[in-house]
């Protein structure tokens, strides 16, 4: 990815190049760092080795006895559910097999999927790390049930991307499934470019080489410097602006299909960076429509936000009619992409008139490699601005409690988390 810090420069908040001059030397402590994470294949930092680890053949192997799918329906939520849906959204073509997601436990919104879909055509991707994720395994069982309604045998239909224990991995232990191994060392939020991102692109018929080598490239590109290497560029500023008050960061790309890799990044640097009482807000946006809802905040809201805008310099175009509408004849004979091009540079202006700090980040394309690449290269950002923070970016404890309290409620045992919910303030109002 190509990064321009220029608007982050002289804005409110913002940091000078002095300033990041001399964060550099930090950078190039936390590059020592992670490249020595990266040697021992400790955890979370075995995530940046994946372009070399991942076993494409076996993932294409796992899923070759699902010839001709109309549909692939993944049941996983987080990190197992948004790196497959970040390339299925970036990547499907008409032509592919249709891919869903069951990332929550909504019964309306479950029960109309199941019912659209064909489920005698239809491949289930169950996908957990753990094996043990309610929501996941819960959607699995109804699932399961509506696909024996149909009279469609689920084992013949359904693979499991999962840990070497637990649930998922004694049911396809038992009923023989083919399934994927998650890799060791690698949290779900950093598993995009594993099998558990890669198996419903796979499905897909996209090409897994070109985003391995993609993410290969990116990771090539790791150095002890924020100033040649984009994604340490794009982590330490972000990392220098939260430390100024920008704490939220709005990832906005102007694609349509990149609106998912929003949502990836939004679990990415949440999870990773919200600890100890630091972190910086994910706030998904997508250009050129928020600018029609949030840019108003954005550019005159509180000063503690950075824009960062994203757009491929290669895109499908589509010429606008000529008009005699009033005052629209300036759109005849533009073209969509133009108009788009033209508001995410109005944008960035915007921002830059009113002192809003922002990030330029633009790929080729939307495509295999560039998303490989522009993946590879958020999840590095995020491991570097980790160790600048001095956070466990690895970790997400803060996620346990609410799990414990709805176990508890359903009672799946005593917690006493469950207790506390009883125990909340309300204030009601009809
Ligand atoms: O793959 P699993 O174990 O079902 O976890 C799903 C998601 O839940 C979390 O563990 C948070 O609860 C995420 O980190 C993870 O991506």
Redesign the pocket.
């Known amino acids: 990815m190509h990064v321009d810090l220029g608007s982050a420069l002289d804005a409110t908040p913002g940091v000078s190049r002095a300033s990041l001059e001399r964060l550099d030397e930090q950078v190039a402590t936390a590059h020592e760092r992670i490249e020595a994470g990266r040697r021992n294949a400790e955890h979370g930092y075995a995530a940046l080795n994946l372009p070399d680890t991942v076993d494409l053949d076996a993932i294409r192997s796992a899923v070759a006895p699902f010839d001709d799918p109309a549909a692939v329906l993944t049941v996983?939520?987080?990190?197992?559910a948004l790196g497959a849906a970040t390339f299925a959204d970036a990547l499907s073509a008409p032509s592919d097999p249709d891919a869903y997601f069951l990332d929550n436990v909504d019964p309306e919104h479950v029960s109309e999927l199941l019912a659209s879909l064909p489920l005698d055509r239809t491949v289930v991707n169950v996908?957990?790390?753990?094996?043990?994720?309610a929501e996941?395994l819960a959607n699995f069982l109804v699932v399961r049930d509506a696909m024996a309604d149909a009279g469609v045998d689920w084992t013949e239909r359904t693979f499991v991307t999962t840990g070497e224990e637990g649930n998922l991995r004694g049911l396809a232990a038992e009923h023989d499934l083919p399934s994927l191994p998650?890799p060791d060392g690698v949290?779900?939020?950093f598993s995009a470019l594993s099998t558990v991102g890669l198996a419903v692109a796979a499905i897909q018929g996209h090409d897994l080489d070109a985003i391995r080598d993609g993410a290969a490239e990116a990771a090539d590109g790791l150095s002890g410097s924020l100033f040649e290497t984009s994604a340490y560029a794009y982590g330490a500023t972000t990392y220098a602006l939260a430390g100024r008050g920008a704490l939220t960061n709005a990832m906005m790309p102007y694609a349509e299909r990149l609106e998912t890799f929003a949502e990836w990044f939004a679990?990415l640097w949440a999870?990773s960076l919200g600890k100890d009482g630091l972190g910086q807000t994910p706030a998904r946006a997508l250009g050129a429509t928020d600018q029609h809802s949030q840019l108003q905040l954005y550019r005159a809201g509180p000063r503690d936000k950075l824009v960062t805008l994203v757009r491929p310099q290669e895109r499908v175009d589509r010429d606008i009619p000529e008009t005699d509408l009033s005052g629209l004849s300036y759109l005849g004979g533009s073209s969509l992409g133009d108009l788009l091009d033209a508001e995410f540079e109005a944008t960035e202006a915007s921002l830059a008139a009113s002192g809003v700090p922002a990030i330029r980040i633009e790929i080729d394309a939307v495509d295999e490699r560039s998303l490989g690449s522009l993946l590879y290269e958020m999840e590095a950002a995020c491991v570097l601005y980790g160790e600048l923070a001095s956070v466990s970016t690895f970790s997400?404890p803060a996620?346990e409690w609410g799990?414990r309290a709805a176990r508890g409620l359903l009672g799946g045992g005593d917690f006493e988390e469950a207790e506390a919910v009883d125990d909340r303030t309300s204030l009601v109002v009809e």
């Not at 996983?76 to 197992?80: E, L, Q, T, V």
């Not at 996908?127 to 994720?133: L, P």
């Open positions: 996983g939520i987080g990190g197992s996908v957990s790390k753990s094996g043990t994720t996941t998650v949290p779900g939020r679990q999870e997400q996620v799990k």
